[in-house]
């Protein structure tokens, strides 16, 4: 390959990358692939869907990755690619709008009053000097510097305002560079994760929701309270986690977290985003002997604490609460230490009748699921205390600063480019025979209905003072 | 009782509709200004009966702006369609945008006050919504909405005028404004519309921040919007660098509207986070 060979591929290139064709079909392909992940269930989502599929649907989609399909290669691509024809983009174009932005004022031209309207070239009478102090009168109160050029025959004035107006564009696409770039920091230096935390509970680790690997924290986080409120429409009004941020066992900031209101330490920021209620440590038993009805008062036991058993046989403990044991609801594991033989640990059931009643003698004669495992005793689970696990997202998003300041931007570059324009005015005062001719001329670069009404009022302006001071 | 008189207002949208289609038909300016004027009178009975609903809102102890579910951002919808186009009808001093605004107002109003599906009561702010950028959010977006909808009204216009033939044209379409103010205008609206779907979207993140703990999750409203975002953008740049104009951005523009119409219904039969507008 020769080197203008090369030179005319990467030209090639560069054109296609120059050109506005390519991002307006970036553009378009960009929104239409954007449909998929929202008909498509993402993430977790996915997965309910992918159990009704067909396995070979499933693999041409995941292979597809359309059930993550906005954190893919592909989607990614087309973003990137999209970033560098507005980079390439930009930067050919700039250049010359740094010119007109950079460009000397241009006192002599004579195009802008080539097909002036008739009613914006007008005679007038006066001392030259006096018309000259009307007109940039009449100027100045809208146009802060006023350039004059004197000929033999003639006073050219002229006046500008809105050159940034060239910018805005670029300001546009700056802004949406930066939000790009913030996004990328964000994923790069950042991270989301969750964590349940019960009532009473302290935590130091959270699980990425990238990976779902588990992520250690500098330091604890305890959960003292969760509190939910509802409406009388049994609609929510209020969730609430008291929480306590901790480094080397002291409490270092104390909060209430709620929606809307998260709070940050140490660079992290926590969310309240879900909750669940779980088992607390409490529960309720009753015990009977030899299938006898059991008293009328049932015991109330802490979760670990030993009790002796009522004929003295050796002692037991309830060693986990569990809300809802595999779908059958709430249960207790009770383990028995007898005095003699073996320790004997089962399953006690809140909703006992009912699983009696619906499930197979044969599979509840499971010794663990068998509640007179040790005779001659039958335990029976009478209540358990329920209490809150509050749910919250946990990240740390240093993009976003850069993000902000990109919405900001982008915000300032609209308005400059679609509100503002770079407009000049020519007013050419002319000696003639018969007095004077004044002429006023403008030109913008945005919006011709706009100057046109500007050059309008301000000739009629001119017209009137000049006029009055020296009537025709 | 704000729910009853907004129930009305359908009716009085629905008349100006007819009486702007009359004007276009017969050519008759009375009925124009009588179609002005029954639409200004719905717009102050409207936004009474808002300001209505946003007091009894506080008088039930739940008080909130009346923006916060399908029922109350269509009344509100409807309320910037119409005030942007009244805006439009006495900066522009014509009238026959109105009889293709009127009906998307009248439309919204008709669903919110007619559907089953729909309920007019007051309802409390879950933990969610309870925020200062609420009011922003919902403000910036529908506006955006409505002057996308005076777009899209624009858009048809021109494909109607187009299609006049020199000889034996009709009164409805001689009193549509030339081709190029069509053009003209319908671009005007999409770049107001522009300006305020990304400050929607701004506002919308910043928001989704504080209360989700990110601000761009991917939820198929937020991407919807993004869509929506793109296809105005690929818009405005095919007309600002490429010199597109006519039926091809007539064409974009009412794409346009209908990727806005998917972002604000079509988005409540896909599972999101943006569940409070579902009813």
Redesign the interface.
């Known amino acids: 390959m020769t080197q203008s060979e090369t030179g005319n591929k990467s030209n090639a290139l560069w054109n296609l990358f120059t050109s506005?064709?390519l991002?307006?079909g970036l553009?378009?392909v960009?929104?239409v692939t954007?449909?998929f992940?929202?008909?498509i269930?993402?993430q977790e989502?996915a997965m309910e869907l992918a159990e009704r599929l067909s396995p070979g649907l499933v693999s041409i989609l995941s292979s597809l990755q359309l059930f993550d399909m906005?954190h893919s290669l592909w989607f990614r691509l087309i973003i990137g690619t999209l970033a560098l024809n507005l980079i390439i983009c930009s930067l050919h174009r700039f250049p010359s709008a740094l010119k007109r932005f950079q460009a000397a004022p241009k006192l002599d031209r004579s195009k802008p009053f080539e097909d002036l309207p008739p009613h914006r070239n007008f005679n007038a009478a006066g001392k030259l000097d006096e018309v000259l102090t009307l007109t940039a009168g009449v100027l100045k109160s809208k146009y802060k510097r006023i350039h004059q050029k004197e000929s033999e025959d003639a006073i050219v004035l002229y006046a500008e305002k809105g050159r940034f107006s060239h910018l805005g564009v670029y300001l546009i696409h700056l802004s949406v560079l930066i939000v790009l770039i913030g996004?990328i920091v964000g994923s790069l230096f950042g991270f989301?994760a969750y964590v349940n935390i019960p009532e009473g509970e302290t935590i130091n680790k959270v699980r990425l929701r990238k990976n779902e690997t588990v992520s250690t924290l500098p330091f604890d986080v305890r959960c003292d309270r969760f509190l939910v409120e509802f409406?009388e429409?049994g609609?929510?009004?209020?969730?609430r986690s008291d929480l306590a941020f901790m480094e080397d066992g002291k409490v270092a900031l104390q909060g209430a977290l709620?929606?809307?209101?998260?709070i940050t330490f140490e660079g992290i920021?926590f969310?309240?985003?879900s909750y669940r209620p779980i088992a607390g440590d409490k529960v309720r038993i009753k015990l009977s002997r030899d299938g006898n009805n059991p008293g009328p008062s049932a015991l109330e036991l802490i979760r670990g604490n030993t009790l002796e058993l009522p004929g003295k046989e050796g002692h037991f403990q309830v060693v986990e609460v569990a809300e809802d044991f595999r779908g059958l609801g709430p249960a207790a594991l009770v383990s028995v230490h007898p005095h003699e033989g073996d320790k004997k640990e089962f399953w006690i059931f809140q909703n006992f009748e009912m699983i009696r009643k619906r499930f197979p003698p044969a599979m509840l004669r499971s010794p663990s699921l068998d509640p007179s495992a040790f005779k001659p005793y039958t335990f029976s689970l009478e209540g358990v205390e329920m209490k809150y696990a509050t749910g919250l997202?946990?990240?740390r998003?240093p993009g976003?600063p850069l993000?902000?300041t990109g919405?900001f931007l982008?915000?300032i570059g609209?308005?400059v480019t679609?509100f503002t324009s770079h407009r000049s005015i020519w007013i050419r005062i002319a000696k003639t025979k018969r007095g004077l001719n004044i002429r006023v001329a403008g030109k913008a670069n945005k919006n011709p209905?706009g100057i046109e009404r500007e050059l309008d009022q301000m000739t009629s302006k001119i017209k009137g003072k000049v006029e009055k001071q020296s009537p025709v | 009782m704000n729910s009853i008189i907004l129930s009305y207002i359908t009716f009085v949208y629905f008349a100006s509709f007819m009486l702007y289609l009359l004007m276009m038909v017969m050519g008759k300016e009375f009925f124009g200004r009588l179609a002005t004027f029954v639409t200004l009178a719905g717009l102050l009975g409207q936004s009474l009966a808002i300001v209505l609903r946003w007091i009894e809102s506080y008088d039930l102890g739940i008080g909130h702006a009346p923006l916060s579910n399908l029922y109350e951002s269509l009344i509100f919808f409807a309320w910037t369609i119409v005030f942007l186009y009244l805006l439009i009808e006495w900066r522009t001093k014509n009238r026959s945008l109105g009889a293709f605004a009127t009906p998307l107002a009248f439309l919204a109003m008709a669903y919110a006050s007619y559907s089953p599906t729909i309920s007019s009561r007051i309802q409390p702010l879950v933990p969610a919504l309870k925020s200062n950028w609420l009011i922003a959010h919902v403000l910036t977006c529908f506006f955006g909405y409505a002057a996308f909808g005076l777009a899209f009204g624009l858009s048809l216009m021109y494909l109607l005028k187009k299609r006049e033939k020199p000889q034996g044209s009709n009164v409805f379409i001689r009193i549509i404004p030339e081709s190029s103010i069509l053009d003209d205008m319908s671009y005007q609206m999409v770049v107001i519309g522009f300006l305020l779907l990304t400050l929607g979207i701004i506002t919308g993140s910043v928001w989704a921040h504080s209360a989700w703990g990110s601000y761009w999750s991917w939820d198929p409203k937020e991407t919807w919007s993004l869509i929506t975002w793109l296809v105005y953008a690929a818009l405005l740049h095919s007309r600002m660098v490429r010199g597109w104009k006519g039926n091809k951005l007539a064409i974009l523009s009412i794409i346009g509207f209908s990727c806005v119409l998917f972002t604000y219904f079509g988005v409540n039969y896909l599972a999101g986070l943006h569940s409070y507008g579902k009813s």
């Open positions: 506005v064709k991002t307006l553009l378009i960009l929104a954007s449909i992940g929202t008909v269930p993402q989502g906005y996004s989301e409406y429409n609609a929510p009004k209020e969730y709620l929606v809307n209101h998260p920021t969310y309240q985003s997202q946990v990240s998003d976003v993000v902000w919405f982008i915000m609209l308005f679609f209905v």
